[in-house]
């Protein structure tokens, strides 16, 4: 569905993205994982044509190119901020962006009626956005991204700012959004989503791709063993081991007291493994 | 094409929808016209004002003198006491108080010996234009009243003769300058008399214009005002010179408007969104621009419109006016284009965008007329396309200008929409494609 091959680009003495090569298959929900810096956002902005790789190739769907304004229609974006106008109600919002791309008449109506009620905001379609809560902006701005039918969406930093039951409904559309066939981009930092979500992960940093696999599998190659830690009076101790259940028993045999955790291997693990910081940093 | 519409009527929407933007767009022109064109019009054209008059001598000349100030067309007068007038002035109700004194007269009468009448004008330091404009139109009218007196030649007969007694009682002349003057005195008595009988022959036989009678010969220059009619019709009311300011407020709120338009946009995300749209950024920017042409076209209709029904402001030609509106709006929507570059925030585009539209529309003479602007200040002026636009609007509205001059304001008003649009397109393309 989105081919990146070796690509590349520099702001000034800043290399954003080096050599890149990535291939996200139809159908799939791919994560970006990375932290802030990370260079995600300037892969998503070559992906969707607003910027200009300095080298290497972008090929969208069969043959078709980012550049190209026609290839661009497969394409829908759920920005990082909320792309809509704060002025016009939620159903203008649709219309003027259903227009942009290229809807028109009938076709317009009835995706216009899809996506609010897609977003559960057909009973606010004469609201206007300066009169939403959070979450409903939030929603809105996934409507304006889909309206048109694209088959790749990519979907950045879609939960920022919004409370647990809204990222839930989110998680729940861009699963049903899968379910429909759609391939879905879901650019993160927050690992727990990458793991919930995604079929498949890359995790970058400074521009590159560090490792791409499932989730499953980067943790398996990359997230080391599970660790049990013992916490008492100040002091700490840990073991790796790939039996921490059995490491639990022989603890509580010997009488260790503290506090005994069990850390198993995440994408933080893996993360923290690959690059040699954490996600946060 | 269909992508540029749908933007632009997004945009017209939107300008329409925010409520500050419709008020400096729609309303405070409106304000500007009227307010301009009430200050410019008030008293028909000419400039009056009303000054306190005391009258502390209270003899017939006095209040003959205060009849005629009274009837003066450039002041009016409220007789006053002196205590009043004094406070009323100091308090700044009044711009100023003439105070006829004792022996005005008196005075009055004796015209070749003793000292003029006196008034005394009271004044308020902060209205010093006006208190001079006050001396020359008593000037004016004392001159006349002297004047007056030399016509009359009972009056003047009766004069030389208490000049003669006078004269004699006088003991602190010397002999022969008192010789002198009473030669004098007794000549011009002379001629009085004879002046008199001459004016009753002349009178019996002709009123020829040739004849001159006394006022004619003492008068120290005769000067004839004419009016020259203008080439060119002149407005016939104030609100042609305020709606040309008042349509230039409502063009700058346009584009200062959708100058910041394109900065909400990026900053907000919206131009992201867009440009992901299957539209180029010349889609983009073309739709921008034809929302500001079409805004400016349309605030300008709407003024000329109530400047017309309300304010019977006719347009000389409604060819030329078509040609100063479009060239205008090609003008501010290339200098709207390019005010968009000059910050990359909201507060930053804003806050410079309003200081340059201010300082084009200071030297412009969107503020003040340009008449009223030191030479150098006017010379200026020409860099500045509310000048232009102005001088466009004027012409058509009421200097009546053939399209040969209407060329010169409206083709620099459309080179500079292109420049400065092309200059803004390069600046965006430069920072949004990097």
């Known amino acids: 569905m989105l081919k990146l091959l ?24 791919f994560g970006l994982l990375g932290p802030n810096g990370a260079g995600k956002t300037t892969t998503v902005n070559m992906s969707v044509g607003l910027l200009k790789p300095d080298s290497g190739s972008i090929i969208i769907g069969e043959n078709g190119s980012p550049a190209s ?4 229609l497969q394409i829908g974006v759920a920005t990082q901020a909320l792309a809509i106008y704060e002025d016009l109600s939620a159903e203008e919002n649709l219309i003027f962006f259903g227009k942009m791309n290229g809807v028109r008449g009938a076709k317009l109506k009835e995706r216009v009626d899809w996506a609010l009620d897609f977003v559960s905001l057909d009973n606010r379609r004469k609201g206007k956005p300066d009169e939403f809560s959070g979450g409903m902006k939030r929603r809105l701005n996934l409507a304006c991204s889909i309206l048109h039918d694209p088959d790749l969406i990519f979907m950045d930093e879609p939960t920022v700012g919004v409370d647990p039951q809204t990222r839930n409904t989110i998680f729940e559309k861009i699963k049903v959004l899968n379910n429909k ?26 521009g590159r791709v560090h490792a791409l696999d499932t989730v499953d599998s980067l943790i398996k190659s990359h997230g080391g063993k599970p660790v049990v830690s013992i916490r008492s009076n100040g002091d700490s101790e840990s073991f790796e081991t790939d039996d921490p259940l059995g490491k639990l028993a022989e603890l509580k045999q010997a ?13 933080e693990r893996v993360f923290l493994n690959l690059t040699g910081r954490k996600l946060r940093d | 094409m269909m992508q540029i519409f749908t933007l632009a009527a997004k945009d017209i929407k939107l300008m329409v929808r925010d409520k500050a933007g ?7 022109p409106i304000i500007i016209a009227v307010l301009f064109g009430s200050v410019f019009s008030s008293g028909g054209g000419t400039r009056t004002f009303t000054v306190l008059a ?38 700044g109700k009044y711009v100023a108080f003439v105070a006829l004194k004792k022996g005005f007269g008196e005075a009055s009468e004796k015209v070749f010996f003793g000292g003029p009448p006196e008034i005394e004008i009271g004044v308020d330091p902060s209205r010093k234009a006006e208190a001079a404009m006050l001396q020359g139109i008593l000037l004016k009218y004392g001159s006349e009243r002297f004047q007056n007196a030399f016509s009359d030649s009972d009056k003047m007969h009766s004069s030389v003769s208490s000049a003669k007694k006078s004269l004699a009682d006088d003991g602190s002349l010397s002999e022969p300058m008192r010789n002198n003057l009473d030669r004098l005195y007794t000549d011009l008595d002379r001629f009085f008399v004879k002046e008199k009988e001459l004016n009753t022959e002349i009178s019996d036989e002709s009123s020829s214009s040739e004849n001159l009678g006394m006022a004619d010969v003492m008068k120290p220059l005769s000067i004839n005002v004419t009016d020259v009619a203008r080439e060119k019709t002149g407005p016939t ?103 968009s570059v000059l910050g990359k925030t909201e507060r930053a585009v804003g806050g410079v965008g309003w200081s340059v539209l201010l300082v084009m529309s200071m030297i412009g003479g ?69």
């Open chain 2, 237 to 339: 009311n104030a609100y042609y010179v305020s709606f040309p300011q008042g349509i230039l407020w409502g063009i700058l709120s346009v584009a200062a408007t959708f100058g910041l338009s394109i900065v909400i946009e990026r900053t907000r995300g919206t131009m992201q969104r867009l440009r992901m749209a299957p539209v180029s950024l010349g889609h983009i920017l073309a739709g921008k621009a034809l929302a500001c042409f079409i805004s400016i076209i349309g605030v300008s209709i709407i003024l000329l419109l109530l400047a017309y029904i309300v304010f019977k402001v006719v347009p000389a030609s409604i060819l030329m006016i078509a040609m100063a509106v479009t060239a205008s709006a090609v003008a501010f929507t290339g200098i709207m284009v390019l005010l």
């Open chain 2, 54 to 91: 005391v009258d502390e001598d209270n003899t017939g000349p006095s209040a003959e003198f205060l009849e005629t100030l009274n009837n003066a067309s450039e002041i009016n007068i409220t007789k006053s006491e002196r205590t009043g007038a004094e406070e009323s002035v100091r308090k």
């Open chain 1, 255 to 267: 009488n260790v007291n503290g506090r005994i955790s069990i850390d198993y291997p995440n994408l």
């Open chain 1, 181 to 206: 066939g759609k391939t879905i981009i879901y650019i993160t930092h927050y690992m727990e989503e990458a793991e919930q979500l995604c079929d498949r992960v890359a995790v970058i940093d400074n």
């Open chain 1, 6 to 29: 070796d690509v590349s680009k520099s702001f000034g003495e800043i290399k954003a993205v080096c050599n890149l090569s990535l291939e996200i298959k139809p159908g799939e929900i």
């Open chain 2, 366 to 434: 969107g503020m003040v007329p340009l008449i009223f602007m030191p030479e150098w200040m006017q010379r200026i002026g020409a860099i500045s396309p509310i000048k232009w636009a102005i001088i466009s609007l004027e012409g058509a509205l009421w200097r009546n200008f053939s399209l040969q001059e209407m060329l010169l304001p409206c083709n620099i008003l459309v080179c500079t929409g292109v420049i400065t649009f092309l200059l803004g397109v390069v600046v965006i393309r430069k920072r949004e494609l990097a």
């Open chain 1, 69 to 72: 304004a026609k290839d661009r």
């Open chain 2, 22 to 28: 419709f008020f400096f767009t729609f309303i405070f």
